[in-house]
Nanobody, 124 residues
Framework: QVQPVESGGGLVQPGGSLRLSCAAS????????MGWFRQAPGKEREFVAA????????WYADSVKGRFTISRDNRKNTVYLQMNTLKPDDTAVYYC?????????????????WGQGTQVIVSS
């Protein structure tokens, strides 16, 4: 069990970049897959990216593939989401969550512990 805490959100212009961080505490971080999800105003929560326990397997939503990069540093108990070439449609609250042990999944129902979220606004 881990408790994620997100940071790094903010206001950025279209085409810009942000790097989100998710610090985890309260469990054995290195054995859990971790994921990023987002929820835009008026829309349902959607999957963004996930990473397995070792970082050897990675999954992305089609909408962010080629622009976003998920990574993790198990020595620091931290997972990152590097977001490049941001678009207005990327505007959302971004959540980090603990997934299953070892392997990852796109299914939000398999994530048990969620952070408080960090706001990302992409606007001119």
């Amino acid at each position: 069990q881990v408790q994620p805490v997100e940071s790094g959100g903010g206001l950025v212009q279209p085409g810009g970049s942000l790097r989100l961080s998710c610090a985890a505490s309260g469990g054995t971080f290195s054995i859990y897959a971790m994921g990023w999800f987002r929820q835009a105003p008026g829309k349902e929560r959607e999957f963004v990216a996930a990473i397995s326990w070792s970082g050897g397997s990675i999954w992305y939503a089609d909408s962010v593939k080629g622009r976003f990069t998920i990574s993790r540093d198990n020595r620091k108990n931290t997972v990152y989401l590097q977001m490049n070439t941001l678009k207005p449609d990327d505007t959302a609250v971004y959540y980090c969550a603990q997934g299953p042990k070892w392997s990852g999944t796109r299914n939000a129902n398999e994530y048990n512990y969620w952070g408080q979220g960090t706001q990302v606004i992409v606007s001119s």
